[in-house]
């Protein structure tokens, strides 16, 4: 690994994004051509080996036939091709014991009018009999789609995931990923009542949310301890790029699912943090989506409502579209405003069998208070904030468009993909600060002394990941190769200023509820950051009998600029480095796959000290090891891991100052130690549960703390959520929801002279279906969710700044499912 300045890497830069883009436009050109090609034949490559004679053994309970197929595809690795409309409100069979797959599906089907054929050996043909006035019946002809497809294949199942494209940038098993995945679905989402992303991944192995607090202000997101939010939050597999201050935010309501990949993915992804990163899925056009309106009432008194309506844009199904919808106004548990206005339409075009093309765009607007910081006072935290509710806001707009083009070529085994997505945002917030000269606690602590403070930045970013998949066979090993290049960009226009210590902002202890009321301080530092990167990588996917192995490098290039248009100085940072994953997994028939696993990370710093000197990147590795489970014949997923995570040149938030601003310090080489178990499981028609535990011992071992542990990171967290609905008997239409979360405690500074108390959270909901009052009420629901039920309000203070957990929040949800 290297990193060198000015004029040797001018060199470099020049080389590599010549060939980058000469690479990138030929790609996109490329693609852009097959993309207008109609091709009628699919050169498809199944991985199923499994003819219709072989014997598996099922325990698919009778359900609705949808779901049941699902799971009866998953189980065979069939294909399935059928009219999702003509079999919506049927109901299977009860299917147990040894069959095959020609006898499953006779048992399967058997009373639902529905007959099937296999066209070839690993695919199946479903079609409905639909019964006229008379006696005679006819077969109506089957509009075939996928059951298997990356759309809905990827996407979990109730609450369980079993692949996902995250781990390998190409849709694996997980069963068959040697690397530690955690899935949220999207119906695990919906019965939660999830508000944020921080909400979503709550019950989520590894991940913590409460680093700073509750601070509906950005999706705060912690994997193995490292901060995925800022350098490793991604939607669609392309990262959400973040300025100086701010950051994209996601609605939890415009995604299919959450997908936390844990470990480096550098090899991949390139300059991601060593924890992981989380991907966002993206609700697209697909044949299994449903419609729904809703609206919603918190004991906050915020209302909320939405849509999400799919619109088939040709008979045919070659064009078809989604719009999802939300408007939120009101506050938060802790009286922090928090809304939101957001509108995502979708376009998806499949012109044949060969060609995908979706294109989908994003516009947002968010407005919030711009400082959740707590009063701290000998360290006592009172229950007021730093700055003032009347004073501060924070306002960003946000607008993102892009494409997603698959092509497979005819008579050879290649995929061709690109990817590719330009972003926008521009943000404006003003807040009060005791934390500058002359600030803090004043005339024996009655009095708090603060200054006003004003952030503008407006941020554009464009990227595209260029791919080409090959699947290949050496004697009795298979290949799937991926190799990449992807290109990243990003400038920001960013204004900083203060106003120094004003009178009329001074909180008075003895009338904390003063209104306050000023004027926006004039900016006073003036920087244009620019960031490049572009990534060269091929990774092969090689299966041998139950072996599963992989391989991965990368190569990237990356420059960051800053530059005071007021002094016109600043500083240029150049950075090479190469990164590697290896893995090997061994698949079981039964349904066990232990693996081993090794990564390494790198990631160039954003920060800079005190002295406005950027810091040096940071280099981490991971030794993993584990074992998934995936049981035959019951619907759940079941992941334990062990892992050993370095990573140098760690920087932590130091300060501020009027010179430089935020400012940052490198506290060394940090050590995690860390064990997972976490689990998900459909156990009946009724019940669905999620379960997980965490095990993560962090310590500084190089640097000025060494010894130490790093700030508020929890050695165990704990929850787990079940969730039950009645299907039959006097509780018809029924389901409750109940959940319980645990953090550990935690040190609150560097030194360790400071802890944070440990704390419970409880959840919980409870919801009526009025279809099963009548028909005439399908679809339409009522739920009432609990979060933070007690009221707990832990604090959490980091390095001086002192915050709450998101209090206690009551939401009833109105929704119409069609």
Request: glycine share 10%; proline share 2%.
């Given at each position: 690994m290297q990193v060198r300045q000015a004029g040797e890497a001018g060199l470099i830069k020049g080389l590599t994004f010549g060939l980058a883009r000469g690479v990138s436009l030929a790609a996109l050109a490329a693609g852009l051509v097959v993309a207008g090609a109609t091709n009628n034949a699919k050169a498809q490559q199944q991985?199923?080996?499994?003819?219709?004679?072989?014997?598996?053994?099922?325990?698919?309970?009778?359900q609705d036939l949808n779901q049941a197929l699902l799971t009866f595809a998953d189980q065979t690795n069939l294909q399935l091709f059928y009219d999702v409309d003509r079999v919506s409100g049927l109901k299977s069979s009860a299917l147990t014991g040894a069959h095959t797959p020609d006898d499953a599906l006779k048992i399967l089907l058997s009373g639902s009018g529905v007959t099937y054929r296999f066209t070839d050996e690993n695919t199946v043909s479903l079609s409905k009999l639909e019964t006229s006035d008379g006696d005679s019946s006819t077969v109506i002809d089957p509009v075939y789609v996928e059951a298997n497809t990356q759309n809905t294949d990827d996407l979990a199942h109730g609450y369980v995931a079993t692949r996902s494209s995250a781990g390998t940038k190409t849709s694996t098993p997980l069963v068959e990923t040697a690397k530690s995945i955690s899935v949220v679905s999207g119906q695990e989402m919906e019965d939660r009542a999830v508000a944020s992303i921080e909400d979503a991944v709550a019950y989520t192995a590894g991940v913590a949310t409460n680093n700073y607090g509750y601070d509906p202000r950005f999706d705060q997101v912690y994997v193995r301890g490292y901060p995925v939010h800022i350098y490793g939050d991604y939607r669609d597999g392309l990262r959400q790029m973040t300025g100086v201050y701010a950051t994209f935010r996601t609605e939890p309501y415009s995604l299919e699912q959450l997908e936390i990949v844990k470990g480096p993915t550098a090899a991949l992804y390139g300059q991601t943090t060593p924890g992981g990163l989380l991907n966002s899925v993206t609700k697209r056009p697909h044949k299994d989506a449903h419609n729904n309106v809703y609206g919603r009432f918190t004991n906050t008194e915020s209302y909320e409502g939405g849509f999400d309506y799919n619109l088939g844009l040709s008979e045919n199904g070659e064009w078809a579209s989604r719009f999802v919808g939300l408007a939120r106004y009101g506050e938060?548990?802790?009286?922090?405003?928090?809304?939101r206005q957001m509108f995502a339409p979708t376009i998806r075009w499949q012109p044949n069998a060969n060609t995908d093309l979706t294109v989908y765009t994003l516009f947002q607007h968010d407005e919030t208070d711009a400082s959740a910081t707590l009063l701290n006072l000998n360290g006592a935290i009172l229950d007021y904030r730093t700055s003032d509710a009347d004073y501060d806001y924070q306002k960003q707009d946000q607008f993102q468009v892009?494409?997603?083009?698959?092509?497979?070529?005819?008579?050879?085994?290649?995929?061709?993909?690109?990817?590719?997505?330009?972003?926008?945002?521009?943000?404006?917030?003003?807040?009060?600060?005791?934390?500058?000269?002359?600030?803090?606690?004043?005339?024996?602590?009655?009095?708090?002394?603060?200054?006003?403070?004003?952030?503008?930045?407006?941020?554009?970013?464009?990227?595209?990941?260029?791919?080409?998949?090959?699947?290949?066979?050496?004697?009795?090993?298979?290949?799937?190769?991926?190799?990449?290049?992807?290109?990243?960009?990003?400038?920001?226009?960013?204004?900083?200023?203060?106003?120094?210590?004003?009178?009329?902002?001074?909180?008075?202890?003895?009338?904390?509820?003063?209104?306050?009321?000023?004027?926006?301080?004039?900016?006073?530092?003036?920087?244009?950051?620019?960031?490049?990167?572009?990534?060269?990588?091929?990774?092969?996917?090689?299966?041998?009998?139950?072996?599963?192995?992989?391989?991965?490098?990368?190569?990237?290039?990356?420059?960051?600029?800053?530059?005071?248009?007021?002094?016109?100085?600043?500083?240029?940072?150049?950075?090479?480095?190469?990164?590697?994953?290896?893995?090997?997994?061994?698949?079981?028939?039964?349904?066990?796959?232990?693996?081993?696993?090794?990564?390494t990370s790198f990631l160039p710093s954003t920060s800079q000290d005190s002295e406005g000197k950027m810091l040096t990147p940071t280099e981490g590795e991971q030794y993993e090891v584990g074992v998934k489970y995936e049981p035959v014949g019951f619907d759940s997923f079941v992941t334990i891991s062990a892992y050993r995570l370095t990573e140098d040149n760690v920087a932590r938030y130091?300060?501020?100052?009027?010179?430089?601003?935020?400012?940052?310090?490198?506290?060394?080489?940090?050590?995690?130690?860390?064990?997972?178990?976490?689990?998900?499981?459909?156990?009946?028609?009724?019940?669905?549960?999620?379960?997980?535990?965490?095990?993560?011992?962090?310590?500084?071992?190089?640097?000025?703390?060494?010894?130490?542990?790093?700030?508020?990171?929890?050695?165990?967290?704990?929850?787990?959520?079940?969730?039950?609905?009645?299907?039959?008997?006097?509780?018809?239409?029924?389901?409750?929801?109940?959940?319980?979360?645990?953090?550990?405690?935690?040190?609150?500074?560097?030194?360790?002279?400071?802890?944070?108390?440990?704390?419970?959270?409880?959840?919980?909901?409870?919801?009526?279906?009025?279809?099963?009052?009548?028909?005439?009420?399908?679809?339409?629901?009522?739920?009432?969710?609990?979060?933070?039920?007690?009221?707990?309000?832990?604090?959490?203070?980091?390095?001086?700044?002192?915050?709450?957990?998101?209090?206690?929040?009551?939401?009833?949800?109105?929704?119409?499912?069609?």
């Open positions: 991985n199923a080996t499994e003819s219709s004679a072989t014997v598996f053994e099922f325990s698919i309970s009778s938060t548990s802790n009286d922090i405003q928090d809304d892009g494409y997603e083009l698959t092509h497979d070529l005819n008579n050879v085994p290649v995929t061709l993909a690109q990817n590719a997505r330009f972003g926008y945002f521009d943000l404006e917030a003003r807040y009060l600060t005791g934390g500058v000269t002359g600030g803090g606690w004043k005339n024996s602590n009655t009095e708090y002394h603060r200054a006003a403070q004003a952030v503008q930045e407006t941020l554009w970013s464009a990227q595209v990941d260029n791919q080409a998949i090959t699947t290949f066979e050496t004697g009795n090993v298979k290949h799937e190769v991926l190799t990449g290049l992807d290109l990243m960009y990003s400038q920001s226009d960013y204004r900083f200023g203060s106003s120094g210590v004003l009178g009329d902002y001074t909180f008075f202890l003895n009338n904390p509820d003063k209104a306050i009321s000023g004027t926006t301080p004039a900016y006073t530092t003036f920087d244009d950051v620019t960031y490049n990167q572009s990534g060269l990588y091929v990774q092969d996917q090689i299966e041998l009998g139950n072996w599963r192995l992989n391989g991965g490098v990368r190569f990237d290039y990356a420059e960051r600029k800053r530059i005071s248009r007021l002094t016109n100085t600043g500083s240029t940072d150049y950075n090479t480095a190469t990164t590697f994953n290896a893995s090997a997994l061994y698949a079981f028939d039964n349904g066990v796959s232990p693996y081993v696993s090794w990564g130091a300060g501020y100052s009027s010179s430089v601003g935020s400012y940052y310090e490198s506290i060394g080489k940090l050590e995690s130690r860390g064990l997972e178990v976490e689990g998900t499981a459909n156990v009946t028609d009724s019940l669905s549960l999620v379960a997980n535990f965490a095990y993560n011992n962090a310590k500084i071992v190089k640097g000025s703390y060494r010894g130490n542990t790093p700030l508020v990171t929890p050695e165990k967290t704990a929850s787990t959520w079940a969730n039950y609905t009645f299907h039959d008997g006097p509780l018809s239409g029924f389901g409750i929801g109940a959940g319980v979360r645990y953090t550990d405690s935690t040190y609150a500074n560097y030194n360790n002279t400071s802890k944070n108390k440990p704390y419970t959270l409880m959840d919980a909901a409870i919801r009526y279906d009025f279809g099963a009052v009548s028909n005439k009420f399908e679809g339409l629901s009522l739920a009432i969710n609990g979060t933070n039920l007690t009221d707990k309000k832990a604090a959490i203070c980091n390095n001086g700044y002192c915050y709450q957990n998101e209090g206690q929040t009551i939401a009833a949800t109105l929704k119409y499912d069609w």
